[in-house]
Every structure is written in structure tokens, then in C-alpha cells.
Nanobody
Framework: QVQLVESGGGLVQSGGSLRLSCAAS????????IAWFRQAPGKEREGVSC????????SYVDSVKGRFTISRDNAKNTVYLQMNSLQPEDTAIYYC????????????????????????WGQGTQVTVSS
């Protein structure tokens, strides 16, 4: 079955960096778009970044532009989120999500990262940024 496993979270000081990984299994990774979401305590889950399957198009929420970079390695069935210049407000549980692009529907990952666009979810990894 479809499985997404996040890793790479941890505790880091303000200004530091982390690289999150999302390892996928149980499906043909080449056909899936991948996104990262996060949920801070007491807040709603928000989209952070996404990357499309067929053209590698990326999108980012404004608050992380210039600091976070998403990438994918189809040979390893893995998507990464490189997070630099981390701030305390980046503290959250980070989730990756996958979208099956073989299902006919509208566009996704077009200047936005929306929860309803994704079909499968991982369990999350905690990122804590201390001031």
C-alpha cells in the first residue's frame, strides 16, 4: 500500500538548517506529485511547498520563499525539503503528502499548496526551532 515516511526533523537553533526527507513506497513514485505541509500547536495545517511529478514545477508559501527548497529524487523515491534560516515560527509537525496524477482532475501545485489536492499522507516529523 501507499506509504510515506518523513524523517530529518529535530531541534535546531534559530538561523539553523534541517533537511527533511519523505520516503515513498507502495506506488509508482514517478506519477505522484508531492507536497509538504506543517501544523503548529493550536494552528491549522498549512501548505509549505510542493513539487509536480511531470515537470518538477515547485511552489512555496510566501513565508518560506528564499529559505526552503523542495526537490525530488525519483530514483530513490524520495522528496526532500531543505530548510535554511529557520525561525521559531517554523516550529511545527511537518507532513508530506502525495497526489496520484493518473487520476483525471484539475491542475495542482500552481502557486499554492492545498490539502485537498493530495491523496495520501505521512505521519509527520517534528521540527522545533529555539530562539
Amino acid at each position: 500500500q501507499v506509504q510515506l515516511v518523513e524523517s530529518g526533523g529535530g531541534l535546531v537553533q534559530s538561523g539553523g538548517s534541517l533537511r527533511l526527507s519523505c520516503a515513498a513506497s507502495g506506488f509508482n513514485f514517478d506519477y505522484y506529485g508531492i507536497a509538504w505541509f506543517r501544523q503548529a500547536p493550536g494552528k491549522e495545517r498549512e501548505g509549505v511547498s510542493c513539487i509536480r511529478s511531470y515537470d518538477g514545477q515547485e511552489s512555496y508559501v510566501d513565508s518560506v520563499k528564499g529559505r526552503f527548497t523542495i526537490s525530488r529524487d525519483n530514483a530513490k523515491n524520495t522528496v526532500y525539503l531543505q530548510m535554511n534560516s529557520l525561525q521559531p515560527e517554523d516550529t511545527a509537525i511537518y507532513y508530506c503528502a502525495a497526489r496520484d496524477t493518473r487520476i483525471p482532475r484539475g491542475q495542482y501545485c500552481v502557486n499554492s499548496v492545498l490539502q485537498y489536492e493530495y491523496d495520501y499522507w505521512g505521519q509527520g516529523t517534528q521540527v522545533t526551532v529555539s530562539s
